[in-house]
T-cell receptor, first 113, second 114 residues
């Protein structure tokens, strides 16, 4: 069974803390994504990566960075968490095919106090 | 900026009824239109998808209707069931990007009453 695993389902952090969200996929997909989900705003793309060590900014990259040192792992980093980054974060992956299915993890709900 | 506008934000339907969710887009380069379904506590999962060379695609009780000239597409759920209660996202993507990014609508929370 194909899987995208987000290691932390729920996190509570304080303003200014550094936050790491980890995502691992077992499908040998080239492309990985981090989305943010907020009510009424849908899914907004933060960053994506189409290869190891490659990254591109999505629609809302400010305040975030990413790391992809291995093909199966894509990390989202909040260098200094702020309260407006309280949200649900979803990792996803897709193969290199033109219209492949995007597979999502179950999400990491981050609360910044 | 590429956008996909989705409506309604929430929808309540009686069991057995038809649920209809609408999306509109601006970018004529979009050539792939999937719908994703998300249950509480889970990530979204692909439900059904369509390309603009057809006007309709049906899979079981789920149908996508596509109107290329109006730049609109919709999801119809026939004989809606309580188990269909979920959040639905329409999306669109265009060729040429290095990772085929999807642009998502804002989501529709569907509640099907028993």
């Amino acid at each position: 069974d194909v899987k995208v695993t987000q290691s932390s389902r729920y996190l509570v952090k304080r303003t200014g803390e550094k936050v790491f969200l980890e995502c691992v996929q077992d499908m040998d997909h080239e492309n990985m994504f981090w989305y943010r989900q907020d009510p009424g705003l849908g899914l907004r793309l933060i960053y994506f990566s189409y290869d190891v060590k490659m990254k591109e900014k999505g629609d809302i990259p400010e305040g975030y960075s990413v790391s992809r040192e291995k093909k199966e792992r894509f990390s989202l980093i909040l260098e200094s968490a702020s309260t407006n980054q309280t949200s649900m974060y979803l990792c996803a992956s897709i193969s290199g095919h033109a219209t492949g299915e995007l597979f999502f993890g179950e999400g990491s709900r981050l609360t910044v106090l | 900026q590429q956008q996909v506008k989705q409506s309604p934000q929430s929808l309540i339907v009686q069991k057995g009824g038809i649920s209809i969710i609408n999306c509109a887009y601006e970018n004529t380069a979009f050539d792939y239109f999937p719908w994703y379904q998300q249950f509480p506590g889970k990530g979204p999962a692909l439900l059904i998808a369509i390309r603009p060379d057809v006007s309709e695609k049906k899979e079981g009780r789920f149908t996508i209707s596509f109107n290329k000239s109006a730049k609109q597409f919709s999801l119809h759920i026939m004989d809606s069931q309580p188990g269909d209660s979920a959040t639905y996202f329409c999306a669109a993507s265009s060729p040429g990007s290095s990772a085929r990014q999807l642009t998502f609508g804002s989501g529709t929370q569907l509640t099907v009453l028993p």
